[in-house]
């Protein structure tokens, strides 16, 4: 009877906010182990997978850790996988994107080992319906997915499927996912007997499990443990008894009987909505579902049709010479930022990481600063685009100059959903994944309130806000000096707790100034009818992951629910000079609370109160200084010079650093 093939699949990965201490330390007790077993297990055939973020990582400072894989992948004991060269979520990115990717992998690998990968890995459960279709005509034959996401007949013989879509087929090995759970912190040889009755059972052509790298010694596997048990794994499984072999899923391609066409569920990892664990939701709707994420998907989409736009313009004008360069590093910067940790959730802090967040935004927008160097150029501008990416048929307004960009929604007040500074390259905006139940990334928005409302309802959460009724944009205009403002007004009825009601008229002013970081919000309300209404402009602030710190007109202010009365100045400054500085005319009611009660690096939620009893008005600015130093430390990872790669392979051509990836 001849052996039961078995396929092992091993991923690297490292998030995208990891730093090169925090990789270096990875690299030394967890994939340093797995290298050295893979080497000493001479009978082992595996496949392995390094997702961008670590390739660059290792490119740069590990070029004997890829020397050593190459040995083996030459040697015929290892198989690199290629996909998307940042491990990204392909339902979740332009199509454009998608092939541009893979091409960038195939190309680093060529350049490296002399081929290309024939088979893909992705992020786990990221198959969507789209994919074959993406990924046809990528040279990318096979890849793998779990069998939670496919509909399976019983008894079907499942070791490589078909996955149709637009007439293009994606084929797969199915993961024996029980397999791949077992086989960690179990008796290699139990696990070695185990897995042969199962799979004799199963009576496929070959069978694939897969461990994380990860998971061999970092993340709460003791050390010691990891590096004992995976030899004797890998030689449990690879020759140590006659029924068992490992081979490479090249190998294990070339020999399967046709793929059998399979339905795929719609389904994504990690997604928990109202306590349970939803099966129904697919990838393309998993942004909608956390403020967070779409914060950041949508700008990461718009730096992506910018870049393509740059591409275009730079072809069409033969502008290679001097584009190619810069848009070359804008693309790497908008692929790592599309990398898969900014979905995730359930895994280590995913998206509710601050500093993951961060890493993402800095990359969007060093991406976009590069791209609006070339098309503006180095003078001061200003530029409004309209667009509707969330689908409600109502457009969204982005405005962008040297020094900042602004996500503004004029249907709903000119609430101003994010607010980049361009050159520390962050959302100042951006507090949320504090408190799950109670999202703070809204932006600076107006709330309306009873006039009884106290600070410590509206943080609490307990208050009640009452319908603003709806604004209507009245003018759009850059002014004699090239600053852009918003005009606004809303007129109506509001309702106050279910007794009175208030006829309020509220004129706003939104501007944009063109040559500093500045906002400025001018406001006047005036109550022709009942007892009057709070206006209240709820902005979150945080500055970073260093420890932050608030001043009320020049006096530092205790952490907690505070009123302050009289307020014409408030700052947020951070540890590392970051700073946001509030002036307000005339001086008005301001309430101030930390977003989170245990982490001052949190940031602070700064509520100016303007009381409209009968006519009131009041105008505040908002300004951005930061630190002289933070933008080259937070854009340090995405510099051009950060992504050279290595060649081992003296007949191989490599790509050069500045050449753009068609798309």
């Known amino acids: 009877m001849d052996p039961i093939r078995l396929q092992v699949v091993i991923p690297f990965h490292q998030p995208l906010a990891a730093q090169g201490d925090a990789i270096e330390h990875a690299v030394s007790v967890c994939y340093e182990p797995v290298l050295v077993a893979l080497e000493e297990a001479a009978r082992a055939r595996v496949a392995v997978h390094f997702s961008g973020h670590l390739l660059d990582h290792l490119s740069r400072k590990r070029e004997d850790f890829l020397m050593r894989l190459k040995a083996l992948a030459r040697a015929g004991r290892v198989e690199i996988l290629g996909g998307l060269f940042y491990g990204s979520i392909p339902a979740l990115l332009p199509e454009a ?59 079907m013989q499942h070791g ?7 007439g ?47 998971s061999l010694g970092l993340d709460g596997k003791s050390q010691e443990w990891a590096r004992e048990w995976l030899p004797e794994w890998l030689e449990a499984v690879s020759g140590g008894r006659d029924e068992l072999s490992t081979v490479l899923p090249s190998e294990g391609y070339a020999g399967a009987r046709p793929a059998r066409p399979v339905r795929l569920l719609h389904r994504c990892a990690d997604v928990v909505l109202d306590g349970k664990a939803n099966e129904s939701v697919d990838w393309t709707d998993f942004p909608l579902q956390f403020p967070e994420v779409d914060a950041l998907h949508r700008r990461m989409l718009r730096a992506s049709d910018k870049l393509r736009e740059a591409i275009a313009t730079m072809e069409e004008e033969g502008m290679e010479e001097e584009w190619s360069s810069d848009l070359a590093t804008a693309q790497r910067c908008i692929f790592s930022a599309q990398a898969p940790d900014a979905y995730w959730r359930g895994r280590g802090k995913g998206f509710t990481d601050p500093a993951l ?36 048929l109502v457009d969204e307004v982005v405005v962008s100059s040297r020094h900042l960009a602004a996500w503004i929604i004029p249907g709903e007040g000119a609430r101003v959903r994010t607010l980049d500074d361009r050159l520390s390259g962050r959302n100042v905006f951006d507090v949320g994944g504090v408190d799950r139940e109670k999202p703070t990334t809204q ?67 939104l501007g944009i100034a063109i040559d500093r970081a500045e906002v400025t919000l001018a406001t006047k309300a005036r109550v022709t009818q009942g007892k009057g209404v709070l206006l209240a402009t709820r902005i ?42 509030l002036s307000l005319t005339p001086a008005l009611e301001v309430w101030t609370a930390p977003a989170s009660r245990d982490d001052l690096s949190q940031g602070f939620i700064i509520v100016p109160v303007l009381r409209a009893e009968d006519e009131a008005a009041a105008q505040l600015t908002l300004q951005l200084i930061p630190a002289p130093h933070h933008a080259e430390h937070v854009v340090a990872e995405t510099e051009a010079e950060e992504y050279e790669e290595v060649s081992g392979d003296d007949d191989a051509e490599s790509e050069e650093d500045d050449t753009v990836v068609p798309r």
């Open 540 to 581: 979150p602030v945080r500055l970073g992951t260093a420890d932050t710190s608030l001043t009320v007109n020049g006096v530092s202010a205790k952490p907690g629910i505070a009123r302050h009365d009289d307020v014409s100045s408030v700052r947020v400054e951070a540890a590392d000079g970051g700073v946001v500085e």
């Open 97 to 155: 994107d998608v092939r541009a990717q893979v091409q960038m992998t195939a190309e680093y690998w060529e350049s490296f080992i002399g081929r290309a990968p024939s088979g893909f890995w992705l992020p786990e459960l990221a198959w969507s319906a789209e994919l074959p279709r993406m990924l046809h005509e990528t040279g990318l034959d096979y890849g793998f997915v779990s069998a939670s996401q496919i509909a399976i007949e019983p008894g």
């Open 357 to 392: 967040r961060d890493a993402v935004m800095a990359r969007v927008t060093r991406a976009e600063r590069l791209i609006d160097a070339l098309v503006q150029g180095e003078d001061d501008w200003i530029s409004a685009e309209e667009e509707d990416r969330d689908g409600d």
């Open 160 to 166: 490589v499927v078909s996955i149709e879509r637009g």
């Open 443 to 509: 932006g600076m928005r107006e709330l309306v309130l009873d006039l009884e409302t106290s600070p410590e309802e509206l943080f609490s959460g307990s208050t009640k806000e009452l319908a603003p009724g709806c604004y209507v944009q009245r003018e759009s205009a850059i002014d004699e000096a090239g600053d852009l403002t918003y005009h606004l007004e809303v007129g109506g009825t509001v309702a106050t707790g279910g007794h009175t009601a208030s006829n309020v008229e509220v004129q706003k002013s």
């Open 168 to 214: 293009a087929a994606a084929h797969a090995f199915v993961l024996a996912d029980q397999l791949s759970k077992a086989a960690l912190g179990s008796d290699a040889g139990e696990w070695a007997d185990g897995a042969v009755d199962n799979m004799q059972r199963a009576r496929s052509q070959v069978h694939t499990v897969w461990l994380r790298a990860e």
